[in-house]
């Protein structure tokens, strides 16, 4: 019918009267030309097939699921139709649309983990053909990051084994936010002949210290193994480099120093309030601000209140209330003043 006729809407039409065994079958042999004619009832043909076939003329429901047991969906290998969509680009992302929604490919985490292995192994195997730019174009619809990033990686090396480190650089300017390890290929190429050229240092470098990469120690043992650079080429990174970490330094001194003041002043009042006397010489109230009389409550912050004031303005009896007020005024302390104060609450020997 499809061969001599050229009937494929009728031979559509046949194979969904079909079993799932004689439909399957007979789309892998006619499917690429039935695609070719009738690209869109083709594909949601295939899309049926692929994920709950029924023939048409069988009932939606079957006995067994009338009485209550369960029957297991008839469905055939996705994978042995995506060829047939290569001319078609348009029905081919629909297919995989779908294809990705029902799930077919990945009914549990260990199926799923089982289908990644087997396709990082076709992209690392050398010998096998396939189109690299519609590999990564697949990988890109579906989300699987482990095949991009290799794909990326694949054309960081082909650049830099071609001598082509402009090209490589590129690939990393335009991943490298994504991927930042791109930028560690290119460091660690090893080939003697095609190093990346010394006017592309500073820039890789530079990425390599804002982005944390690599330790100081290991990109200057990388770069020791090729003989091509010399110590004027990355003397500004190294510069650069003591120059951070002594800021970091700088920074740490100063907050130590400041921290052991404020612990020193703290000690020594604790100091006084636990073997001196102290005077209360406030006259006024804190609340009213009217002269204090008898009876009056004194905290050791100098703030005195009048007994009945106290009592109306007080949130908690071992609080002061002026300290209290003013102190959910402030705004929060940053994070390592935070800390300084909860080390210095514990029990210091």
């Given at each position: ?10 031979a559509l039409e046949y ?134 990033l290799h794909l990326w ?12 480190a402009e090209a490589a ?181």
């Amino acid at each position: 019918m499809i061969e001599d006729k050229k009937a494929y809407a009728e031979a559509l039409e046949y194979l969904a009267d079909l079993e799932f065994e004689d439909a399957d079958a007979h789309m892998k042999t006619y499917g690429l030309k039935l695609i070719q004619h009738l690209p869109k009832e083709s594909t949601k043909f295939l899309i049926a097939l692929c994920t709950d076939y029924k023939p048409r003329s069988k009932p939606l429901v079957d006995e067994a699921s009338l009485s209550g047991g369960y029957r297991e969906p008839d469905r055939a290998d996705p994978d042995d139709y995506i060829h047939m969509f290569l001319s078609n680009s348009e029905q081919l992302i629909e297919f995989l649309e779908h294809m990705t929604a029902a799930d077919v490919q990945a009914k549990s985490p260990d199926k799923k983990a089982e289908y990644e292995e087997k396709i990082m192994k076709v992209l690392r195997d050398p010998t096998a053909n396939y189109d690299k730019d519609q590999t990564l174009v697949i990988c890109q619809m579906l989300g699987f990051r482990a095949g991009i990033l290799h794909l990326w990686r694949a054309q960081v090396a082909l650049h830099m084994r071609a001598g082509e480190a402009e090209a490589a650089l590129d690939v990393c300017r335009r991943r490298g936010a994504l991927a930042p390890r791109l930028w560690l290929d290119v460091l660690w190429w090893r080939s003697p002949n095609n190093p990346p050229a010394t006017e592309h240092l500073p820039e890789l470098l530079s990425v390599i210290a804002s982005e944390k990469l690599l330790s100081p120690i290991l990109v200057v043992d990388c770069l020791a193994s090729i003989s091509s650079y010399t110590l004027g080429d990355v003397r500004k990174y190294l510069t650069d480099v003591l120059k951070s970490e002594s800021d970091v330094i700088t920074r740490e001194q100063e907050l130590a120093a400041k921290y052991k003041a404020e612990s020193g002043k703290m000690k020594t009042h604790i100091h006084t309030l636990q073997h001196e006397p102290v005077t209360f010489q406030s006259s006024k109230c804190a609340a009213c601000n009217r002269p204090l009389e008898l009876p009056s409550v004194h905290f050791l912050c100098q703030h005195s209140f009048h007994q009945h004031c106290f009592q109306s303005y007080s949130e908690s009896e071992r609080e002061c209330p002026a300290c209290g007020t003013r102190a959910r005024r402030e705004p929060p302390p940053p994070a390592a003043d935070s800390l300084h104060a909860r080390l210095h609450q514990q029990h210091d020997p």
